[in-house]
């Protein structure tokens, strides 16, 4: 078990360290800039914190938090600000690109015009063919497709890095699914947002982008699923939070963390910024439908665990 343990926490951080290269292959080229190489220095913690997990815990994961997912986003967050903003201030200006919305499109990028390498060794022609695919793909794909592989490496990191002590199969189930519905809107917000940004408006790409990577942070966490409520006291002797704090964790994350914050930006762009149109009405009010509920559910919790306290034997009976 221990050397298999070993080689998922090698080859998870090694894809999280590939990943987080290709954002910073993707910065230098577009900024023209070798400079930005110095962010591969971003790798080193990651790599620092694999060399001890490896030595003090076999590989094994932490119970409530996970670090080398926050470390693999400290990795890679500054990457995708730089593409981003860099986006916004230069979509006016993109040269003609290729949209990878059909398979023509697809097909354009990978098989570039045979003229163009044509009495060139196999080296050169190589490179021009990643020349051609860096350059042909629209700056939107490129910073669009590292948003997904960035949340479907972060579910499937989670599942491959060896469980942490505390957390059975079936918690690590409930927190992948949990992971699967949170990716889903992060990136539905990041992209419908953005899009609705206009020239003049770069301090929202700013809001939008800070609310994106507040609401990241979920995925190191584990508290809405992995907690201490198993303890030997009775459910009278608990405290609220020990009794409900799964519950209590799952409100706080989508009224402070996900939810919450979505509406606020959502609020903005519409009465600050003067963008309205049928999605971001949609979206908005079902982050406020959410909230509410959220806020619902914890007076439920109070009321339910107060009437416990004071009446635990008869309070089913009670009208």
């Not at 190589?126 to 592989?149: D, F, G, P, R, T």
Request: proline content about 4%.
């Amino acid at each position: 078990m221990c050397p298999c343990q070993s080689v998922c926490a090698v080859v998870t951080r090694a894809l999280f360290i590939l990943v987080a290269l290709v954002g910073v292959l993707r910065v230098t080229w577009v900024k023209n800039d070798r400079n930005y190489w110095f962010l591969t220095f971003l790798f080193l913690p990651l790599f620092i914190e694999m060399i001890i997990t490896l030595k003090r815990r076999k590989g094994k994961d932490y119970k409530w938090f996970s670090p080398p997912i926050f470390l693999f986003l400290i990795s890679i967050i500054p990457s995708i600000w730089i593409l981003e903003l860099h986006h916004q201030e230069n979509k006016t200006k993109d040269p003609e690109c290729n949209n990878l919305d059909s398979l023509e499109n697809i097909l354009k990028v990978l098989t570039p015009n045979d003229t163009s390498i044509n009495n060139t060794s196999q080296v050169e022609d190589y490179m021009k063919k990643i020349n051609h695919v860096l350059s042909s793909v629209c700056s939107n794909e490129w910073i669009l497709a590292l948003h997904q592989i960035l949340l479907i490496l972060l579910i499937v990191g989670k599942w491959l890095l060896p469980l942490g002590g505390g957390v059975t199969r079936d918690k690590l189930s409930q927190l992948l699914l949990i992971f699967v519905g949170t990716a889903a809107d992060i990136l539905e917000f990041t992209n419908e947002t953005l899009s609705d940004v206009k020239d003049n408006s770069p301090e929202l790409v700013y809001i939008i982008l800070s609310v994106w990577t507040w609401t990241m942070l979920q995925f190191p966490l584990h508290l809405s699923v992995v907690t201490d409520s198993e303890g030997d006291l009775s459910a009278k002797e608990q405290g609220l939070l020990r009794r409900n704090s799964t519950d209590i964790w799952n409100i706080l994350e989508a009224l402070f963390i996900q939810d919450g914050p979505f509406l606020v930006v959502r609020l903005t762009v519409m009465i600050l910024f003067e963008t309205i149109h049928q999605m971001l009405v949609f979206f908005a009010i079902k982050n406020a439908l959410v909230v509410i509920l959220n806020l619902y559910r914890l007076v439920v919790i109070c009321q339910d665990y107060r009437s416990s306290r004071q009446n635990p034997v008869g309070s089913e009976d009670d009208p």
